[in-house]
Structures are given as C-alpha cells and as structure tokens.
C-alpha cells in the first residue's frame, strides 16, 4: 500500500463476500438461535424481535443506552454503560482499526451484571456487530449480528456507506449468529475466546490487561491521549461514533474494560502484552514516540511475545508501537473524513480510511507474511489460530492442522494449495482477506511447503 498520492482503494467497491452467505438470515435464522435456549440478555432481547433499524436500536435494546449525553457526564452512576475505545485490534475485524476508525466496546455497568452482563464491539467499516452476553448462571455465549445495508442490497458500497454515521442507521434489517453457527467458518468466535478447545472455559480477551493499556483511547495517559487526538481530528467532538456520544468520546480509558474483566476473575490473558514494560522500551528506542511513531520502535519484550505467537501456540499480539499509522496516509485520511463531513466533496470521492497502516509494520501488526521465513513458517503464521490441535477436532478445519504438516495426507495438502490459490472474491480464499495477506514471493513459498 503506497503512501504517495494515490488511493490503493477505490471509493465504489462490491460488498465483500459474505461468509455466512450459505446460512439463513432475518426472522428464520433468529428462530435457529433462539431455539437452544440461552438466557442471556442478548437472547432475552432479540429473541423477542424488536426492530432493529440502528445501533442505538440495539444499544436501547439490550440496555445500553446512553441517557445521558452531557460533558459532564461520568461513567459511572450518570445512567449511562461503561465503554471503551480501541485504536489498534488483532480481532477479527482488525484490519479495520486504528485511531481514526476504532473499535469501540459498550457495556453492562458495573452495578448491574448481577443478573448477567453484555458486551457489543464494533467499528466501522463491515456490516458486523459482535457481542458476548453472560448469564445468571455464569455462562459466556458469544453471538455475530450482521446488519442489513442498502448499498448491499444494491450492489455497489461507497466508503461513504461503511466508513461513517451512516452504516450506524437505516438497516434494512438484522440477522443474529451465536458461536454454535460461526464454529466452523472464518468468523468463529472460539478461535480467540477459547483458544485451548471445547473442554475449556470460553474467556473474555484483552490482550492489553494492564495500565497504561497501549491501545486504547485516553485523555490522562500520553499513549491513550495521542490516539483520541488522531480520532477528533477527523470525527471533531460532536461526531457520535458507535452509539457513543462525541461529548463523551474523552471519557474512554482501558480501566473500564480492565474492570469488567476482573469482576469475572480475569486477572491475565495468555501471551499477555506487558504495556508499561514495552512502552519504555518503545520510548528508549524512538524518543518521539508515541506522538511520533517513525521511526518505528523497538521492544525485547515484545518481540518475545512475537516469537511465542510465531509458534502457533497464541493468538498474535498487538503491535509494539501506540500508533499503527502512517502519518502521511493519516493526513490525507482526516482531510477527506472532514471534507466529506463538510460537503465538499461526493460520498463516491471519499477516501477509504481503514487504509492507514504503515507499511513497514504490517508483518509486525501480523498483517502480512513476513518474507525471511521459510514456507512452512509462512503457513503456521497465517493459519495456525484457526487451524491447530487444540480446536474442536469434529470441525472440517480441524483436518488441516498447520502444525502437524509432516503427518497431514497429499489430499489435504493439494486441497490446501487450491484454497490458497483461490480469487480475492472467494469467500473460500486462504487466508481470509480479513485476517493477513500473502505477498507473491510468500505465497509460493506456502504453496512449496505444502508440495512436499
């Protein structure tokens, strides 16, 4: 992705492939989750049917609205959900997440999860909203709503569509997925929220457990502060962004998602980011950092996480730096964000501000195949979190365990090096788009790790 003038992206595209194409949608799949009988809030609530025509629809129905809209307003006691704001996510919608376009997390306030509690993450960009309700009884169900947009239904998506207010309103509709549904495609929410298998306890993640929370949005901490400043650049303070009041966007901080964490007895995470540890070792490196993030830095620490992840053993952890930005691609991101808001320019002329990155961190952000590594580790990096030992082994998936490649049959292998070869408008292709992407070079060196 260049960083010249040139936007990579067109601003009119055909909506992605729908992985759950093959699935039901509206009232027939809602009757499918419905009927296992979960008794959570998120089942309580949209099992009955309300319409569902934006967030702040959802948000009214599963209790998280937010009543009170003034500066004032604190998180706790005001009536309104507790939130957070990410602004770099390794989830699966992470190619779409940084300081300009983040992920956001509402939910269950502390003094009301005594009857269970829910969690709703979003960011713009795909017409999915995930959720993780827990029950009266301790249970943790995870559950994907896709939402219904006009432009799908036409056809032909602006960036205009996904990119701002207005993919938040004017659904056509809902479709609503729980884990048991997602299991086997690649939206499986268990590959991450219950890494160790089926005989184990389903979890909530945040990698960044600890203070100063590296990632996410603050207006105390420098890290946390140089993120919201990226964000109000281009949305300003008025802007309400997944539900959130503009007014309130300062308010976001790590602890509160850090909170509802340890009210559940989650006090680590596996291959946890060490934030304060790796941020000093940032800072040493790169003075400028975190307001200045090139040069990139560099951390020991967090390069042992990286390495650990390399295995197939962890999911990958978040990237070193505060920023995940190109400060040029960000530029001209916020320009055309403002310009656009402002009416200057055409909603078909609006940049695509997902593509932010820079460039020479994607590997490190687990965004693309790194191109020192042989093909066999090519494999393991891009397909170990779904493909692995350690899942449920009655899925299709399981039959492709990247790391037991000396043991797995030619079938596999050649079915393997079909899927990989597949188009970009395949939902099939792999890896999913989603997730990473392979250079040429990488590519090869996959398909001959698989030819022998």
């Not at 809602?30 to 025509?53: E, H, N, Q, T």
């Not at 009543?67 to 699966?92: I, K, M, Q, Y």
């Not at 036409?154 to 884990?179: F, Q, V």
């Not at 037991?404 to 890896?431: H, I, Q, Y």
């Amino acid at each position: 992705m260049p960083s010249d003038d040139r936007d990579p992206k067109p601003s009119t595209y055909a909506p992605a492939p729908n992985p759950l194409a093959e699935f039901p949608s509206g009232a027939e799949q809602l009757a499918r989750v419905c009927g296992r009988g979960r008794d959570d809030i998120v089942a309580r609530a949209l099992c009955s049917d309300p319409k569902l025509d934006s967030i702040v629809a959802l948000q009214a129905a599963l209790g998280l609205s937010f009543v009170n809209r003034s500066e004032d307003a604190t998180l706790f006691g005001s009536g309104n959900p507790e939130f957070a704001v990410l602004g770099h996510s390794t989830s699966l919608f992470g190619q779409h997440v940084s300081a300009i376009n983040p992920r956001a997390f509402i939910f269950t306030p502390a003094f009301q999860r005594f009857t269970g509690y829910v969690v709703m993450a979003f960011s713009r960009g795909s017409p999915f909203i995930e959720l993780a309700a827990q029950d009266s009884a301790g249970k943790l169900s995870f559950y994907l709503l896709k939402l219904g947009l006009a432009c799908e239904a036409a056809g032909r998506c602006t960036n205009a569509d996904l990119l701002t207010p207005a993919i938040e309103r004017d659904w056509r509709g809902t479709s609503l997925y729980d884990d048991e549904d997602l299991k086997n495609t690649i939206l499986d929410c268990r590959h991450c929220h219950q890494p160790d298998g089926p005989s184990t306890s389903p979890m909530l993640r945040m990698q960044e457990l600890q203070a100063p929370w590296t990632h996410w949005f603050s207006n105390t901490l420098e890290g946390g502060l140089a993120l919201l400043q990226d964000f109000q650049s281009a949305h300003g303070q008025s802007e309400d962004y997944a539900g959130i009041p503009g007014s309130l966007m300062p308010l976001a901080n790590g602890v509160a998602m850090q909170g509802l964490l340890a009210l559940q007895g989650v006090f680590t995470q596996p291959n946890e980011f060490q934030s304060l540890v790796i941020e000093n070792e940032v800072k040493t490196s790169a003075e400028q950092q975190p307001m200045v993030n090139t040069p990139k830095g560099t951390s020991a620490t967090w390069q042992q996480l990286y390495a650990a992840a390399a295995t197939g053993r962890f999911i990958p952890p978040p990237y070193h730096d505060v920023k995940v930005t190109d400060p040029m691609k960000l530029a001209k991101a916020t320009t055309s964000y403002k310009d656009f808001l402002a009416g200057r320019i055409e909603a078909t002329e609006l940049s695509d501000i997902r593509d932010v990155f820079l460039d020479a961190a994607l590997v490190e952000m687990s965004f693309a195949a790194a191109e020192d590594v042989s093909g066999r580790e090519i494999l393991v990096r891009a397909c170990s979190q779904c493909h692995n030992s350690r899942l449920d082994q009655s899925l299709s998936r399981a039959r492709f365990d990247v790391t037991r490649l000396d043991d797995m049959g030619a079938d596999m292998k050649e079915l393997a090096k079909s899927r990989l070869l597949l188009p970009t408008t395949d939902v099939r292709r792999m890896p999913p788009l989603m997730f990473r992407t392979l250079s040429t070079g990488a590519l090869q060196r996959a398909l001959d790790a698989l030819s022998r």
